[in-house]
Every structure is written in structure tokens, then in C-alpha cells.
């Protein structure tokens, strides 16, 4: 993933090795004693959301949740509360650590929340296409809850209509971004596939019954799906993934994917998606 921003930090993360308070910390041997820092450096670190932030939870191996864990616990109570995250970092400094290693976990850190930003800006640009051609799906934020039984509140990142008027569910979406399609894809079409057949079976028609196979040497995936698909899909609530990831690498698993699932669309495929959603929404008075 290339953005301007990872390669800012990264050039950043590097500087850190001369800022006077790290420097101090340096050691014969090449590495740095970071548990000497002064609190009051931890806290300035900290305060450096751009940078210092992730190299501080890089260096102790500390999340967001984590670290606001840590700083509610007994010992970092008995310190002012403006100190406790720093409190709760500077316990778990390490007496000796690499540089280059902490940076380029931070680097790791910083590079998962720029992807989470991304996402959310692709969301958003969606979000915005759907409200110029006056699609009412309800897109989060706020997230919309529809009631389920493996998930007791599911929460699409698209829906139609409102949960809140009581209404069952007549299109469902969700948008997935792929980072490595060969190791993430199969796992993000499962979890679709469990809410297709929830959705279904609690707010559809669907009606299951198994295939009878009587043996794998023979077994025919293509019309396996085929019979699946018959009985699972093309009726309301529609499941329609959009996932975001190249058509020439996923391409394999839309027609697996699709016995469960109505409609899977790739990167590509965004006016497709839209003209789906539409079309469904219309043709149930929306």
C-alpha cells in the first residue's frame, strides 16, 4: 500500500532516533534503555499523534484498547490522571531494544490506521454517489442494527430501509476491503455468507434442503452451487457484497460465493453495484 502518508511517517519514525530525549538512551551496544525516559518525555511522545504516539506503543507492545486498559489500572491511579497513559507506557518501556525494529512495527501500527482511514474515505465516497442519484440506503456511520441470532445485532455497512421503522431488511450490504486476496478474501466471503443465510432464514422465504450427495469423487461444484443458489437467493432480503479488491484476482470466487450470497461486485464493478441497489430499492417502493 502506497500513501504519502505511510512515507511521511516512516520518514518521521527515523528522526526519532536523534530526538535529545531518545538519544540519551542509547547504549554501547547500539540498542536503546527506553525505560529511562522521564515520564514527562513519554508524555510528549505521546502527545506526537503523527509519530512518537505509535513508536511509544510500538516499543511496548501496546494498542489503543490495550493502553487504555493499562492506564485504568491500581498502580497508574496513584499517578496524576494527565500522566496515567503515560504512566501505564513508561512500566513497560523495555530495558534494551532495537530502533529499527520499534520503527518498523510503529510503521505497521500507523500503516493499519491509515488503511481503517482509507476505507472509511471509500465508504464515504460511496455514500456520497448514493445520495446524488437519491438511493436511500442507509449507509453508517451511525451504524444500523438488525436483529440476528449468531450476531445479535449485525450491523451492515449498508441497509435498506431503516431498521429503525421496524421493517425487515430488503437489501443488505456490506463493503469489504481486500488487502491480499489470496489470504483474506475466503474468510470475508465466509462471514458474508453466514449473514446471507441469517438474513434469509429469519427475514426471507428461503427454504434449505440438502443437496443428498452420495459421494465426493463425482461431485459437481458448479451445480452444487447452482441448486444452492436456487433455494437461497433471489429473493428479499437481497446480501450484496462489494469488495474491494481487483476482478482479475477474485474473479474464481464469485460463483461459490454467489450460491449464498446474491450479488458480489469487485472495484470495478462499483456502477454495477449502484444499479443493483437501485433496482431493488425501486422495485420494492423505495
Known amino acids: 500500500m502506497s500513501l504519502p502518508e505511510l512515507d511521511e511517517f516512516r520518514r518521521r519514525v527515523v528522526l526519532l532516533r536523534s530526538d535529545p530525549a531518545i538519544a540519551t538512551t542509547a547504549t554501547s551496544d547500539g540498542r536503546f534503555a527506553l525505560s529511562k525516559l522521564p515520564i514527562e518525555d513519554v508524555a510528549r511522545l505521546l502527545r506526537d499523534a503523527a509519530c512518537g504516539y505509535y513508536f511509544m506503543l510500538a516499543a511496548t507492545e501496546l494498542n489503543r484498547t490495550s493502553l487504555r486498559q493499562a492506564a485504568t489500572e491500581d498502580e497508574a491511579q496513584l499517578v496524576p490522571t494527565r500522566q496515567r497513559r503515560a504512566f501505564a507506557v513508561q512500566t513497560r518501556l523495555p530495558v534494551s531494544a532495537d530502533f529499527d525494529t520499534i520503527a518498523s512495527n510503529a510503521t505497521a501500527l500507523r500503516q493499519g490506521d491509515l488503511q481503517r482511514k482509507a476505507r472509511g474515505r471509500t465508504e464515504q465516497h460511496f455514500r456520497d454517489r448514493l445520495a446524488a442519484e437519491g ?11 438488525v436483529p440476528g441470532v449468531v450476531v445479535a445485532r449485525r450491523k451492515p455497512d449498508g441497509v ?9 431488511p430488503v437489501i443488505y450490504l456490506e463493503v469489504k476491503r481486500i488487502r491480499r486476496v489470496a489470504d483474506d478474501i475466503q474468510k470475508r466471503l465466509y462471514e458474508l455468507a453466514e449473514a446471507a443465510l441469517e438474513m434469509k432464514l429469519l427475514y426471507g422465504s428461503a427454504t434449505l434442503q440438502g443437496l443428498g450427495l452420495s459421494d465426493t469423487l463425482t461431485f459437481d461444484r458448479d451445480n452444487a452451487a447452482q441448486r444452492l443458489r436456487t433455494m437461497v437467493t ?3 432480503p437481497f446480501v450484496v457484497g462489494l469488495l474491494l ?42
Open 135 to 145: 438511493i436511500p440506503l442507509f449507509m453508517s456511520p451511525p451504524r444500523r442494527e
Open 160 to 168: 435498506w430501509p431503516d431498521p429503525k421503522t421496524g421493517e425487515s
Open 234 to 236: 433471489g429473493s428479499a
Open 245 to 286: 479488491c481487483p476482478r482479475a484476482e477474485a474473479e474464481r470466487y464469485r460463483a461459490g460465493a454467489e450460491a449464498f450470497i446474491d450479488k458480489i461486485f469487485f472495484q470495478e464493478e462499483i456502477e454495477e453495484c449502484i444499479d443493483y441497489i437501485k433496482t431493488a430499492i425501486e422495485d420494492h417502493g423505495g
